[in-house]
């Protein structure tokens, strides 16, 4: 399985982005597939998944009504739109997917394969 994410960059405060997360090597139907970020000195967290058979979202407290996720089964890609960017948004963001389970689980450790990252870089 490989996971590629493009489509990271330099953005200003209020502007927008989006990530894309490009998968090999797997029945994409079958996965549930997540943004996570990491920023300097912090722990790992989930941004936003989809369940691609399903289509069913998730997505944290701190993006929800500016990001969106959506699938596009015939290319095995996730994309992940940002919006209305804020420097708290600063951070290496990475796909990841898993073969089980549902959206509701969100744990890092729970997702068996990942991309490198992507850097995001909000400016105020």
């Known amino acids: 399985v490989q996971l590629v994410e493009s489509g990271g960059g330099l953005v200003q405060a209020g502007g927008s982005l989006r990530l894309s997360c490009s998968a090999s090597g797997l029945t994409f139907n079958d996965y549930v597939i997540g943004w996570f970020r990491q920023a300097p000195g912090k722990e790992r967290e989930g941004v936003s998944l989809?369940?691609?058979?399903?289509?069913?979202?998730y997505f944290a407290d701190s993006v929800k009504g500016r990001f969106t996720i959506s699938s596009n089964n015939a290319e095995n890609t996730v994309h992940l739109q940002m919006n209305s960017l804020k420097p708290d948004d600063t951070a290496v963001y990475y796909c990841a997917a898993r073969r089980w389970g549902t959206v509701a689980v969100v744990t890092p450790r729970s997702f068996d394969y990942w991309g490198r990252g992507t850097q995001v870089t909000v400016s105020s």
């Open positions: 989809i369940g691609i058979s399903d289509g069913s979202t």
